[in-house]
Structures are given as structure tokens and as C-alpha cells.
């Protein structure tokens, strides 16, 4: 069974930089790509980031590119994403997603169908 846990999450103002971390254990962390989502209140997960299983394909949704960017160091079973230039918008609930199926693109990991497991999530709030 796959645990995922973020950390990393906090108060910033606008305009400010957060890391957030995912740490995996009891899987082939290797193997899969991951992702990160976030949420607010009353609405739907929104994808955020991906990044393919090697570390080598990344991809984005269109209103974080450029500010954020998305690493894993799989000797350390860990994911990062490095957010900078936060915006209040950025507020929200931001979720670690483990791909479902071994060796997909990071393509598909924009589509919460291919998640196989989610973290707990981590609290991002950016004041104006």
C-alpha cells in the first residue's frame, strides 16, 4: 500500500515562495509518475503539475507555468514542487498524486481517473 505525505504547506504573502514535498513509502515509487492537485472549498481538485516516472517530461496547468516547477529525487522517494510568485488565487488544499498504472507519461496525469493514491494534503494560504 502506497502512503503519500505532503509537507512543506503555510502562510506567505503574495508575490512569495513555498516548497511542498511529497514523501512516498511502500511502493515502487520509480515506476510511476506523480502528480500534484489542489482544491478549495465547494470545488473540484484542479491539476497542477506532473512529472513522468525518469523525472524527465514535466508538464503544467496554464495558470501556475512558469511560477512553479515540479522535481523528484527517486533515490529519496520524494517530489517537489517549487512554488514562486504566489498569488491569493494559489490558496488552497494541495494534494500528492501517485500514478495509477506503472510507467504512463505525465501527460496523463491531468486527469484524476489516473491517480491510483492521494496524500492527506497541505494547506498553501497566500494573503493579498
Known amino acids: 500500500q502506497v502512503q503519500l505525505v505532503e509537507s512543506g504547506g503555510g502562510l506567505v504573502q503574495a508575490g512569495g515562495s513555498l516548497r511542498l514535498s511529497c514523501a512516498a513509502s511502500?511502493?515502487?515509487?520509480?515506476?510511476?509518475?506523480i502528480g500534484w492537485f489542489r482544491q478549495t472549498p465547494g470545488k473540484e481538485r484542479e491539476f497542477v503539475a506532473a512529472?513522468?516516472?525518469?523525472?524527465?517530461?514535466?508538464s503544467y496547468a496554464d495558470n501556475v507555468k512558469g511560477r512553479f516547477a515540479i522535481s523528484r529525487d527517486n533515490a529519496k522517494n520524494s517530489v517537489f514542487l517549487q512554488m514562486n510568485s504566489l498569488k491569493p488565487e494559489d490558496t488552497a488544499v494541495y494534494y500528492c498524486?501517485?500514478?495509477?498504472?506503472?510507467?504512463?507519461?505525465?501527460?496523463?496525469?491531468?486527469?484524476?481517473?489516473?491517480?491510483?493514491?492521494w496524500g492527506q494534503g497541505t494547506q498553501v494560504t497566500v494573503s493579498s
Open positions: 498524486a501517485h500514478g495509477k498504472t506503472r510507467f504512463t507519461t505525465n501527460q496523463v496525469m491531468d486527469n484524476t481517473a489516473n491517480v491510483g493514491y
Open positions: 511502500g511502493g515502487t515509487f520509480t515506476n510511476y509518475a
Open positions: 512529472i513522468s516516472w525518469s523525472g524527465g517530461s514535466t
